[in-house]
C-alpha cells in the first residue's frame, strides 16, 4: 500500500487550463483510467484519467481553478508500487521528439493544385468516431477552419484546414471512423497558397499504450480550433456545454443534449444531468416536458430585463407540477358552467350556524357540496368511475370518497374525504376542518391523499365568477365553485334577487360524453338548489 501523488499530464504545452468538473471524492475508489477530473481549455475539454487504481485519499484542486501540466490533482492510495505508478505517468508525460503534422502534403502550387487533406496524428487512437462534417463541396475555406470533429471516449476534436482553398470531394460521412493518415477531403489550394508543414513543438504522440490511457488527446491534436461544443451551439442555435464522456453516454441513451439543463459550472452538462433527465423521462416527470413531442419552452435569462429572485420549488409544487402537467396532456379535458340557485340552502345554512357554534365547528358551503356531489356521483355512475390503464374497459367504483383541493403555503394538497355518501352534513364540516388543517400543517400522510372518485375545488372564499379546473387523472371530473352572487333570476313573472353559486365542471371527454355531463350537472344544481332532495 503506497500513497500516490498523481500530477496533470502533459496537456499539449496548454497552461492555465481551467478545471471545470471534478469527477471523484475523498474516499471513492477508483480503477484505471477512471476520469479524475475534466479540463477546459479555450480549445478543447479533456478529462485526466487515473494511472493506476486505487483509492482518493486527497484532492488537491477545486472546479474554477487554473492548471498546468504537474500540477498536483489528487493522492490516491494504491496497491501498485511507487515505481510502476511513476513508469506509468512517464510514459504519459514524455516528450518525444515534435513531429511534423501530417495535416496536409506540402505541395507548392504556381497556380492551382488539389491536396488531399489527411487526418492529422491524434494521440494514436484509432478508429475514431467521425460525429459532424463541418464542410460540404463547394465551400471556400481559411486555414483553421474545422473540417470534422471527431470523438473518441477521451474527447472530442476538431480537425482544421491546413490552408485556404476550396473543397472539390468530402471523402468521409458522419458516423464513418478514421484513423491517422486517412484522406478526409480534397482541397483546391488557392493560387499561391501552400499547405506548409508545420512543427508542432506542442504536440507530443503517445506512443505506449499506458500513454493513450492518459492522453488528453484534444490539446494533442486539435489545437487550433474551438472544441465541438461551439460548433455544435452553432448547429442547435443555443449553447451547449459538455464533455466528452457526458456526449458519449447521452449518445448510448439516446439523449438530446439540447434537452438537457447543465448544471456544471457555467451551465455545463453534467453525467449527472443526463442520467437525472433519463430519470425523469422514465417516471414521466417535470423535467421530461419535451416528451409527446412537445416543444420545449426555451430557456430565458431574464436577469437580462431586469432583477430578480430565484427560488428552489418546494417539493409540494414538484409535485403538483407533474401531476398538472400529467393530466394535462393525458386528458382532453371539456368545461360546462353553470348556476345553481342556493338561496334556500343559504338561508337553511344560515340558521344552523348556532348549532354549528354548539358543535364548535363551522358551517361552510362545502359540506353540501360534497354530498351533493356524492349523491350526483351515485346518481350517475359514469362519473364515479375511471378509464382502466389498458384502455379497454371503465372500472365503476361502489365507494364515494372525493377529493378537496386546500390551499396551503407549502403549496396545493388534495387530501380525501371518504365515504362521502354515507356522513352527515356535521361528519363532513368536521371532517373538513380537520383535513384543511392537517394540510397546513404539512401532517397529511399519502394514504389521506389517495383513492379519491372525483375532486371539488373551491375557490368560493377567494373569488372569482369563473374558472376551467384540471381534472385529477384518473379521476373523470372535477366541480370548481366559484364565489357565491347574488343576481336577478326572471321567475316567470318578475326579477328576483337570488344566491346563484357559478360552478364549473371539467370532464374527461374519453370517460364522459357532453349530454352525460349536462345530466349531472343539471341534477347536482338540482340537488343544491332544493338540499331536500339530498335525503331522497
Ligand atoms: N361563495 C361565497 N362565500 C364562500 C364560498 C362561496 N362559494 N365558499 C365559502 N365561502 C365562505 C365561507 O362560508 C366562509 O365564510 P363564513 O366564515 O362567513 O361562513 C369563508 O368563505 C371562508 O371559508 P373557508 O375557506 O374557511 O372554508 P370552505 O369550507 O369554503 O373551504 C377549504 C375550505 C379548505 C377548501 C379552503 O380553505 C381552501 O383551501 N380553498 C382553496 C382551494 C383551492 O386552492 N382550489 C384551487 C385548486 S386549483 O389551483
Known amino acids: ?100 503534422e501530417v495535416v496536409a502534403a506540402p505541395v507548392a502550387a504556381a497556380v492551382s493544385s488539389v491536396e488531399t487533406i489527411l487526418i492529422p496524428d491524434i ?47 468530402v471523402l468521409v460521412a458522419e458516423g464513418d471512423t478514421v484513423a491517422e493518415g486517412d484522406a478526409i477531403v480534397e482541397l483546391e489550394l488557392e493560387a499561391g497558397s501552400v499547405a506548409q508543414p508545420k512543427q508542432s513543438p506542442q504536440s507530443p504522440v503517445q506512443k505506449s499504450s499506458a500513454a493513450d490511457k492518459l492522453a488528453p488527446a484534444p490539446a494533442v491534436v486539435a489545437p ?109 379535458h371539456v368545461t360546462q358552467f353553470d348556476d345553481a340557485d342556493i338561496t334556500d340552502l ?62 396551503t403555503p407549502a403549496g396545493l394538497v388534495v387530501p380525501v374525504i371518504r365515504d362521502v355518501d354515507q356522513k352527515t352534513i356535521w361528519e363532513l364540516s368536521v371532517e373538513i376542518a380537520e383535513l384543511a388543517l392537517k394540510a397546513k400543517n404539512r401532517k397529511l400522510m399519502p394514504g389521506d391523499m389517495q383513492g379519491a372518485c372525483f375532486t371539488i375545488s373551491s375557490l368560493g372564499s377567494i373569488g372569482g365568477t369563473g374558472f376551467t379546473p384540471i381534472v385529477n387523472a384518473p379521476e373523470v371530473a372535477i366541480l370548481g365553485v366559484s364565489r357565491l352572487a347574488v343576481k336577478p333570476v326572471w321567475n316567470g313573472e318578475e326579477f328576483m334577487p337570488r344566491k346563484m353559486l357559478p360552478l364549473s365542471l371539467s370532464y374527461d371527454h374519453r370517460a364522459v360524453n357532453g349530454a352525460d355531463a349536462g345530466r349531472f350537472f343539471s341534477f347536482l344544481a338540482a340537488l343544491l338548489t332544493d338540499v331536500r332532495r339530498i335525503i331522497l
Not at 417535470?286 to 430565458?300: C, D, F
Not at 338561508?347 to 358543535?359: M, N, Q, T, Y
Not at 351533493?372 to 390503464?389: D, G, I, R, T, Y
Request: with cysteine; charged share 25%.
Open 1 to 100: 500500500m503506497s500513497i500516490e501523488i498523481i500530477k496533470v499530464p502533459d496537456i499539449g504545452g496548454a497552461e492555465d487550463v481551467e478545471v471545470i468538473e471534478i469527477c471523484v471524492a475523498v474516499g471513492d475508489p477508483v480503477n484505471e483510467e477512471d476520469s479524475l477530473v475534466v479540463l477546459e481549455s479555450d480549445k478543447a475539454s479533456m478529462e485526466i484519467p487515473s494511472p493506476v487504481a486505487g483509492k482518493v485519499v486527497a484532492i488537491s484542486l477545486s472546479v474554477g481553478d487554473t492548471i498546468s501540466e504537474g500540477a498536483v490533482v489528487l493522492e490516491l492510495e494504491t496497491t501498485a508500487t511507487g515505481d510502476e505508478v511513476e513508469s506509468a505517468v512517464a510514459a504519459v508525460v514524455e516528450q518525444p521528439e515534435p513531429v511534423e
Open 123 to 169: 494521440g494514436g487512437a484509432e478508429a475514431v468516431d467521425v460525429i459532424e462534417v463541418c464542410v460540404a463541396v463547394g465551400d471556400q475555406l481559411a486555414e483553421g477552419d474545422s473540417l470534422l470533429v471527431l470523438e473518441t471516449d477521451k474527447a472530442s476534436m476538431e480537425i482544421p484546414s491546413p490552408s485556404n482553398g476550396k473543397v472539390v470531394a
Open 224 to 332: 487550433t480550433v474551438p472544441s465541438v461544443e461551439k460548433s455544435q451551439a452553432s448547429l442547435e442555435g443555443q449553447s451547449l456545454y459538455a464533455g466528452p464522456a457526458v456526449r458519449k453516454l447521452a449518445r448510448e441513451l439516446g439523449v438530446e443534449l439540447t434537452k438537457v439543463s447543465g448544471s456544471g459550472p457555467k451551465g455545463r452538462i453534467i453525467k449527472e444531468d443526463v442520467q437525472g433527465f433519463v430519470k425523469s423521462a422514465l417516471s414521466g416527470s417535470s423535467s421530461a416536458v419535451s416528451g409527446s413531442g412537445i416543444p420545449l419552452v426555451p430557456e430565458v435569462d431574464f436577469s437580462k430585463f431586469g432583477e430578480i429572485e430565484q427560488q428552489p420549488l418546494t417539493k409540494m409544487h414538484k409535485l403538483t407540477i407533474v401531476n398538472m402537467q400529467r393530466s394535462w396532456l393525458n386528458v382532453p
Open 346 to 407: 343559504e338561508a337553511f345554512r344560515v340558521d344552523l350556524k348556532k348549532e354549528a357554534e354548539r358543535r364548535d365547528t363551522k358551517l361552510t358551503p362545502l359540506p353540501f357540496l360534497l354530498k351533493a356531489c356524492a349523491v350526483a356521483l351515485k346518481e350517475h355512475p359514469k362519473f364515479n368511475a375511471s378509464l382502466h390503464a389498458d384502455g379497454e374497459q371503465m372500472v365503476f367504483k361502489k365507494y364515494v370518497h372525493i377529493g378537496m383541493a386546500v390551499d
